[in-house]
């Protein structure tokens, strides 16, 4: 009997003797830091919204009138160099014009019938934007809805930014580390917190009307952007 007591409280005090040596095992210091990175590229390419819409007394007219005019539009854009692949319908609708200034009481009275069709088309000759839309006009074009500029390969330029958003960091955690008195360690981990595309303006539909020179067209400059996070041990 009392050798089992003093088994009890020899492994009490070896179990309470163990706990301090484990909490003792601080965990390295770590520093945490955000990195930003950007970089600006002249557009190549721009994606443009061409529409054709036509108001007859009949669906039928309407659909006549709206095919004749985007073929023709069509045709002139493969005439200006734009590939079959580069060109894409994105829009089609018929719809009643209806006219409700008669008794209200009584149903509108449809007057006729408008058709719209538009077309996304890739540019990449941007030098021939403002003479395409002059010509597109020319050709039966009369409604517009976007136009945005862009760069084919943004992989590339995503890429560019964020490995300068990580030596953004890594500067950022070096500079902390000195300012501290120690010294940086390895890298436990790196994190993307989301970036930023290029902006595109979206148009309000308007109409167009025919001028005697090309719409002048400015592309600007496209800027991508990325972010990060990385953590860093501190060398003990």
């Given at each position: 009997?009392?050798?089992?007591?003093?088994?009890?409280?020899?492994?009490?005090?070896?179990?309470?003797?163990?706990?301090?040596?484990?909490?003792?095992?601080?965990?390295?210091?770590?520093?945490?830091?955000?990195?930003?990175?950007?970089?600006?590229?002249?557009?190549?390419?721009?994606?443009?919204?061409f529409g054709v819409q036509k108001v007859e007394a009949t669906a039928r007219a309407a659909l006549d009138a709206?095919?004749?005019?985007?073929?023709?539009?069509?045709?002139?854009?493969?005439?200006?160099?734009?590939?079959?692949?580069?060109?894409?319908?994105?829009?089609?609708?018929?719809?009643p014009q209806m006219d409700y200034r008669s008794d209200s009481s009584t149903p509108g009275k449809i007057t006729?019938?408008?058709?719209?069709?538009?077309?996304?088309?890739?540019?990449?000759?941007?030098?021939?934007?403002?003479?395409?839309?002059?010509?597109?006009?020319?050709?039966?074009?009369?409604?517009?809805?976007?136009?945005?500029?862009?760069?084919?390969?943004?992989?590339?330029?995503?890429?560019?930014?964020?490995?300068?958003?990580?030596?953004?960091?890594?500067?950022?955690?070096?500079?902390?580390?000195?300012?501290?008195?120690?010294?940086?360690?390895?890298?436990?981990?790196?994190?993307?917190?989301?970036?930023?595309?290029?902006?595109?303006?979206?148009?309000?539909?308007?109409?167009f009307d025919a001028a005697p020179s090309a719409v002048p067209v400015e592309s600007g400059e496209n800027t991508?952007?990325?972010?990060?996070?990385?953590?860093?041990?501190?060398?003990?």
């Amino acid at each position: 009997m009392k050798n089992w007591l003093f088994a009890g409280v020899v492994l009490a005090v070896a179990t309470a003797t163990s706990v301090p040596a484990i909490a003792d095992e601080a965990q390295p210091g770590q520093i945490t830091v955000s990195g930003h990175g950007e970089i600006s590229a002249k557009p190549d390419m721009a994606v443009v919204q061409f529409g054709v819409q036509k108001v007859e007394a009949t669906a039928r007219a309407a659909l006549d009138a709206n095919n004749e005019a985007m073929t023709k539009v069509i045709a002139l854009l493969k005439e200006a160099g734009v590939e079959e692949k580069n060109i894409q319908t994105s829009g089609f609708s018929i719809s009643p014009q209806m006219d409700y200034r008669s008794d209200s009481s009584t149903p509108g009275k449809i007057t006729g019938y408008q058709v719209r069709n538009s077309v996304t088309v890739k540019v990449t000759d941007l030098a021939s934007i403002g003479k395409l839309l002059d010509s597109a006009v020319d050709a039966g074009l009369n409604e517009g809805g976007q136009i945005a500029f862009t760069n084919q390969d943004m992989r590339k330029l995503t890429r560019q930014a964020e490995t300068r958003a990580v030596k953004d960091a890594l500067e950022k955690a070096k500079l902390l580390a000195e300012a501290a008195g120690v010294k940086p360690g390895k890298i436990i981990s790196i994190n993307e917190s989301g970036g930023a595309m290029p902006y595109a303006p979206k148009m309000e539909r308007m109409a167009f009307d025919a001028a005697p020179s090309a719409v002048p067209v400015e592309s600007g400059e496209n800027t991508y952007e990325a972010n990060v996070n990385v953590t860093i041990a501190i060398d003990q």
